[in-house]
């Protein structure tokens, strides 16, 4: 009888083993999984801030471009205005001239 208490204490302290064991992996696996999620997530915000710098980075290119593009329109619309405006004082200067010259005409 005392061999079989004798082998099921040795049974039973072997399962305790292997369950320690067991409970010491899952704690070193839970662990590591911890640690790569927190690298993972250091990689992914790092990222984020790369992208977002990058757009931007566009974004100013791109506004930089149209206000560019919107200053020489307006330049190209003061240079029609003010060419406009040449060409119809100087038919209000012949105009008057011609009502100077020959004020019977009106």
């Not at 072997?14 to 696996?29: G, H, P």
């Not at 999984?33 to 801030?49: D, I, L």
Request: glycine share 0%; aromatic share 0%; proline share 1%.
């Amino acid at each position: 009888m005392d061999d079989v208490l004798k082998r099921v204490l040795e049974a039973e302290q072997r399962a305790q083993r292997l369950v320690d064991d067991a409970l010491e992996q899952q704690k070193k696996m839970l662990e590591l999984g911890r640690e790569e999620a927190q690298q993972e997530e250091k990689r992914f915000e790092s990222r984020m801030r790369e992208l977002k710098i990058d757009l931007e980075n566009k974004s100013e290119a791109e506004a930089a471009r149209t206000i560019a593009q919107m200053e020489r329109r307006a330049e190209e619309n003061r240079a029609s205005l003010r060419a406009s405006a040449d060409a119809l004082r100087d038919d209000a200067r012949d105009a008057a001239v011609r009502i100077i010259a020959d004020p019977d005409r009106l």
